[in-house]
């Protein structure tokens, strides 16, 4: 890798005809990505891409002019300091705001890059460009504000709010609570049934976690082999997956826990339990409250169906265990 000091005037406007080109190209993905969900925003990407592609054009016409047609094979990967683009297909269905700082930190890049070119360079038209250049890139966040302020209208925001929310919803707290009430219900009866069958609590930890942790991979793999989001905009399939998976474990987790205690203490046995149970019935209403809040289930109806559910399958388990 070259170092900044060290790259000719040549080779300066080939970075930034090339820096120019990949920042257009990335933010005409940032619309397209955000066409669909946030159309608005898009229009601003758009805008964006527009302008670097204009400050490409007059790149082009200086070297042109200067040195000929030939461009150099330097990129600004080559150039040590400059931070490295995440790559395109890491750029799909990131959240609206990760992708407006994303761009935040191009412009800012740009015109740090510019002002140091312009320092830099002997000759005068080259210097007047970079020094514009420099200019036109530190004004992009008066830009982006002033095109946020025409296009994204208060009523545009409240529509992009509630898409966000959606996807919000979509992409964490669906998976999130499928894999929270799996792990918290499904593993009540195993784990009570152990418990009260051999009124041992060490053995009663070892049926929980394997429940537990057996249940987060299956709830997980299920969950990201479910669907691709390609369609229904629920993003990536293995992020789901893993949010699912790790809830599950987590809601069997929660009323495994208790059993760690030592089956030496008086009482251990009646401890754990009592313990557990309490648990199980911060976690129930915990779902009820979470399904009430973001899914828009009846609060009652999300009641009865959790925590009614819940203490029937605890039930089971006892009776099993007991028999």
Same mark, same amino acid.
């Given at each position: 890798?070259?170092?900044?000091?060290?790259?000719?005037?040549?080779?300066?406007?080939?970075?930034?005809?090339?820096?120019?080109?990949?920042?257009?190209?990335?933010?005409?993905?940032?619309?397209?990505?955000?066409?669909?969900?946030?159309?608005?925003?898009?229009? =601003?990407?758009?805008?964006?891409? +527009?302008? %670097?592609?204009?400050?490409?054009?007059?790149?082009?016409?200086?070297?042109?002019?200067?040195?000929?047609?030939?461009?150099?094979?330097?990129?600004? +990967?080559?150039?040590?300091?400059?931070?490295?683009?995440?790559?395109?297909?890491?750029?799909?269905? =990131?959240?609206?705001?990760?992708?407006?700082? +994303?761009?935040?930190?191009?412009?800012?890049?740009?015109?740090?890059?510019?002002?140091?070119?312009?320092?830099?360079?002997?000759?005068?038209?080259?210097?007047?460009?970079?020094?514009?250049?420099? %200019?036109?890139?530190?004004?992009?966040?008066?830009?982006?504000?002033?095109?946020?302020?025409?296009?994204?209208?208060?009523?545009?925001?409240?529509?992009?709010?509630?898409?966000?929310?959606?996807?919000?919803?979509?992409?964490?707290?669906?998976?999130?609570?499928?894999?929270?009430?799996?792990?918290?219900?499904?593993?009540?009866?195993?784990?009570?049934?152990?418990?009260?069958?051999?009124?041992?609590?060490?053995?009663?930890?070892?049926?929980?976690?394997?429940?537990?942790?057996?249940?987060?991979?299956?709830?997980?793999?299920?969950?990201?082999?479910?669907?691709?989001?390609?369609?229904?905009?629920?993003?990536?399939?293995?992020?789901?997956?893993?949010?699912?998976?790790?809830?599950?474990?987590?809601?069997?987790?929660?009323?495994?826990?208790?059993?760690?205690?030592?089956?030496?203490?008086?009482?251990?046995?009646?401890?754990?339990?009592?313990?557990?149970?309490?648990?199980?019935?911060?976690?129930?209403?915990?779902?009820?409250?979470?399904?009430?809040?973001?899914?828009?289930?009846?609060?009652?109806?999300?009641?009865?169906?959790?925590?009614?559910?819940?203490?029937?399958?605890?039930?089971?388990?006892?009776?099993?265990?007991?028999?």
């Amino acid at each position: 890798m070259k170092n900044f000091a060290d790259l000719t005037e040549r080779q300066v406007l080939a970075v930034a005809i090339s820096a120019e080109e990949e920042d257009s190209r990335i933010y005409m993905t940032f619309a397209e990505d955000l066409k669909e969900r946030y159309p608005d925003s898009a229009k =601003l990407f758009e805008e964006m891409a +527009e302008e %670097e592609r204009g400050h490409r054009h007059k790149l082009l016409e200086l070297y042109q002019q200067r040195f000929g047609p030939n461009l150099p094979p330097i990129r600004r +990967e080559d150039v040590k300091g400059f931070l490295r683009r995440r790559p395109v297909w890491l750029t799909k269905n =990131l959240p609206l705001d990760t992708i407006r700082k +994303e761009a935040e930190t191009m412009e800012f890049e740009a015109e740090r890059f510019y002002i140091k070119a312009a320092e830099q360079a002997q000759d005068v038209a080259v210097r007047r460009l970079l020094g514009d250049l420099a %200019e036109a890139e530190k004004g992009h966040e008066k830009t982006a504000v002033k095109l946020t302020d025409e296009i994204l209208s208060p009523d545009v925001r409240k529509a992009e709010d509630r898409t966000r929310r959606r996807v919000f919803i979509l992409q964490y707290v669906q998976p999130g609570l499928a894999g929270l009430m799996d792990g918290s219900v499904s593993t009540l009866a195993p784990l009570f049934a152990a418990a009260f069958a051999t009124h041992h609590n060490w053995q009663t930890f070892l049926v929980g976690l394997a429940a537990s942790i057996g249940a987060g991979i299956s709830m997980g793999f299920a969950e990201a082999l479910s669907d691709d989001g390609s369609l229904t905009g629920r993003g990536s399939p293995w992020l789901r997956g893993l949010t699912c998976g790790l809830m599950t474990t987590i809601g069997g987790l929660g009323h495994t826990m208790p059993y760690l205690v030592p089956d030496a203490w008086p009482d251990a046995f009646w401890i754990a339990t009592v313990i557990a149970c309490a648990v199980v019935f911060f976690e129930l209403w915990a779902i009820a409250y979470i399904r009430a809040r973001y899914m828009d289930t009846p609060f009652l109806q999300a009641v009865f169906q959790i925590v009614l559910g819940g203490a029937i399958v605890l039930g089971i388990g006892i009776l099993i265990g007991a028999a």
